[in-house]
């Protein structure tokens, strides 16, 4: 040991058996381990939100009502949330999700992208998406039905003269609908 000092003074420009005393401690002492980091903002007040905020019912329920606002229309049409379970692994809970079979590749491919919506909606807790092929239970709402006007006498007169010069009967027929419908449709 005596040897090993000699040659570590010998490079050293400081005190040199302070500082081979502290290469010695160096060698023999290991490195106390770091504290972990603080967990994120975000974290701390969704577990204290989950805490202190009570459940407005079943989650299935809350999810099947606002399923159109978080995953958007085009995926409601072709997808609903079928039931909510826990997860094999133990943590978590896994969302099951009924689609048409058309759809089923489309969904699948967005199916993180509705995890981390669906998951942020119900508190952070949805871990995995089962996709089960299949019939919507719910069938999307349908669109009101357009009211229609009627044509004034004068607007049927100025559309009827209009078509007169048409020799082709069948080609008036379908120009005189079209035109009917392009004038009672409400635009607003």
């Given amino acids: 040991m005596a040897c090993t000092i000699a040659s570590m003074v010998n490079r050293s420009s400081l005190d040199p058996i302070e500082e081979a005393r502290a290469r010695i401690r160096l060698r023999y002492q290991r490195a106390r381990p770091l504290a972990a980091p603080p967990k994120s903002v975000g974290a701390e007040i969704m577990k204290l939100a989950r805490k202190k905020l009570p459940e407005k019912g079943p ?14 229309p085009s995926l409601a049409k072709v997808c609903e949330p079928d039931k909510i379970g826990a997860s094999p692994k133990g943590k978590g809970r896994v969302l099951t999700l009924r689609c048409i079979p058309a759809a089923s590749t489309m969904v699948q491919h967005q199916s993180e992208l509705i995890r981390q919506r669906v998951s942020v909606s119900l508190g952070g807790d949805v871990r995995d998406i089962r996709i089960v092929q299949g019939p919507l239970k719910q069938s999307p709402p349908a669109a009101p039905a357009k009211k229609r006007r009627t044509l004034t006498p004068s607007e049927r007169e100025s559309l009827l003269s209009s078509v007169q010069t048409i020799e082709d009967t069948d080609l008036r027929k379908a120009v005189l609908a079209l035109g009917e419908a392009v004038l009672t449709t409400d635009e607003s």
């Fill in 59 to 72: 989650a299935i329920g809350r999810l099947k009502l606002q399923w159109a606002d978080i995953v958007g």
